[in-house]
């Protein structure tokens, strides 16, 4: 049923169909009552079942995982995490300081130790939303929200501004400060606008 595909659509993307962490998050689930057991022994999902909370022991499987491979490495991970799934080195470089040869070190860490792969020229990847997720759980709101803001001037600066619309849009809308607003609802219309011209009405009611 509905409840079924949500609850195995979130554990595969949040997964991606890891057994230990699809286990652990089943565990979580039912202990918090979001995942319960009816009387003829069917478990079922609580319709507003959400997974942006994460069970700490799953956290901290991650956050081991990622400070083993040195402090440098975490900050850029966490960075990267804000940016999306998957991140462009040039974008990463100028959130954390322009130095794309120290990041790259960096980078080069974590591929091995499989918190990221790489999936282009330049470009990377989270091999698990999971990894991902533990990170942004580990950020302030005020430090996310100024990462979101590094983003999107980031993106500007590199001259993407047309090509990457929507993601100005959405982390503009994520972002503090002066200006944050005013740059949210600039994005988020053209967002609309690019929708409506690539006939999907219902993105642009979306971004409107």
């Not at 998050?25 to 909370?53: H, M, P, V």
């Not at 619309?165 to 219309?189: C, I, N, S």
Request: no cysteine; hydrophobic share 45%.
């Amino acid at each position: 049923d509905d409840s079924t595909r949500h609850l195995l659509a979130g554990l595969r993307e949040e997964t991606n169909g890891n057994p230990f962490f699809a286990l652990e998050i089943l565990r979580y689930l039912a202990s918090t009552g979001e995942l319960l057991q009816t009387a003829s022994g069917r478990w079922e999902a609580s319709k507003d079942l959400d997974f942006a909370e994460l069970p700490d022991s799953i956290r901290e499987v991650v956050t081991e995982r990622v400070n083993r491979v040195g402090h440098e490495v975490a900050v850029a991970l966490t960075a990267a995490a804000v940016i999306g799934l998957e991140f462009d080195l040039a974008v990463l470089a100028l959130v954390e300081g322009g130095d794309e040869d120290r990041l790259l070190d960096a980078l080069e860490l974590a591929e091995p130790a499989g918190l990221i792969t790489s999936i282009g020229s330049d470009r990377f990847g989270f091999t698990h939303a999971l990894i991902a997720n533990s990170l942004l759980q580990g950020l302030s709101p005020v430090r996310r929200a100024t990462l979101h803001r590094g983003i999107a001037e980031a993106y500007e600066g590199l001259g993407r501004a047309d090509t990457n619309v929507g993601e100005l849009a959405g982390h503009w809308l994520a972002a503090r400060g002066a200006g944050a607003a005013a740059k949210a609802l600039e994005y988020t219309e053209r967002a609309g606008d690019l929708a409506l011209d690539s006939l999907a009405p219902r993105d642009a009611l979306r971004w409107y």
